[in-house]
């Protein structure tokens, strides 16, 4: 067999087990039980069979050979604690013993064994936004992650998935097969649970049509609540006077004197078009409860005020010229 083709897992574990079985017979006796073992399993594999009881294809390896069963059976009970790599070797000899044992699962294992390279190439997307969502403002999760500077996003990613998928075909750390430590073992483990569980904390744009709020879980601080109508983000407020003319710089507070003020992350529309409120001030004081509120087109973040922004803020049309004027009730 060609030594540069990778070991399937199955295969892998299978020879383990198998190697353990033997542990009893000394080196030149188990090599030579085991010779060409590997080959002839990764060719039975190939063809969709599955492989044998690793137990009782040990002991059908000493039956031919003319050798008894395993001697010394106390030295399995003198045997220390299970060490961890013995608790991942048993999970892993378990789990494949489980995905072969029907042929129900047997197929539903192998079509999972083919997505393989679709998750090698989800878990390197999940890692970049994770970058992008810790380098930058707030802002929503793409397909393609930004990281603030035009091209460094998909550079980033096309990397991550060149590492991920060298990581699964195991010619990079922390390789494949018995030769990986307990600690890459671990790591690995731990960091593919990561991956499946973090994109639940992404989230995802909310509103309506091309409107559009977006939070960032990773921020520290509490997210400000969100004002709405109905179940539409609202992201501006226009006033009007008894006589129904627009007002600018009106100052909005509830019942109990708490600003009436919308989200500082809001947006409406996409790409080109997207457009964010900015606030007015109080000194340095960001207030957003004072309306209408000032917009500009920017493709993403927030209204933040450095040089790398393009265009000032500014007042757009009101959605209605007037409206119709009103008056009190009368005593």
């Not at 999970?91 to 083919?114: K, N, Q, Y």
């Not at 409107?211 to 879980?217: D, E, F, G, L, Q």
Request: glycine share 8%.
């Amino acid at each position: 067999m060609n030594p540069t083709t990778a070991v399937h897992p199955e295969v892998a574990a299978f020879l383990d087990r198998v190697r353990r079985e033997l542990l009893d017979l000394d080196e030149e006796q188990r090599e030579e039980l085991l010779d060409g073992l590997e080959a002839d399993l990764s060719e039975q594999r190939a063809a969709g069979d599955p492989l044998p009881d690793p137990t009782a294809y040990a002991a059908e390896l000493r039956a031919a050979a003319g050798l008894g069963a395993a001697r010394a059976p106390r030295l399995r009970l003198r045997r220390p604690a299970r060490s961890v790599a013995d608790v991942l070797d048993e999970a892993r000899d378990e789990w494949t013993s489980w995905t072969t044992r029907h042929e129900a699962t047997r197929t539903a294992w192998t079509l999972v064994e083919a997505l393989r390279p679709a998750w090698w190439v989800l878990r390197a997307w999940v890692a970049a936004t994770l970058l992008d969502q810790l380098a930058g403002p707030w802002e929503r999760v793409t397909l393609w992650p930004t990281l603030g500077v035009p091209l460094l996003g998909p550079v980033v990613l096309l990397a991550a998935v060149v590492i991920s998928v060298l990581i699964g075909l195991g010619r990079l750390w922390p390789g494949s097969g018995p030769e990986r430590s307990t600690a890459a073992r671990l790591v690995l483990v731990g960091l593919n649970v990561v991956a499946v569980l973090l994109p639940l904390t992404f989230t995802l744009p909310t509103g309506h049509q091309d409107h559009t709020v977006y939070a960032s879980p990773l921020h520290p601080a509490k997210a400000p609540d969100v004002l709405r109508h109905g179940r539409e983000v609202v992201r501006n407020i226009y006033a009007y006077d008894a006589q129904g003319q627009p007002l600018q710089g009106v100052q909005l507070f509830d019942q109990e004197g708490r600003p009436v003020a919308v989200s500082p992350r809001s947006s409406m529309g996409r790409g080109q078009q997207r457009e964010v409120t900015c606030p007015w001030l109080n000194g340095t004081t960001q207030l957003y409860n004072v309306f209408p509120l000032p917009q500009r087109t920017q493709k993403r973040g927030t209204c933040l005020r450095d040089l790398g922004q393009v265009g000032e803020p500014g007042f757009r049309p009101v959605p209605l010229a007037s409206v119709p004027p009103v008056s009190p009730v009368s005593p």
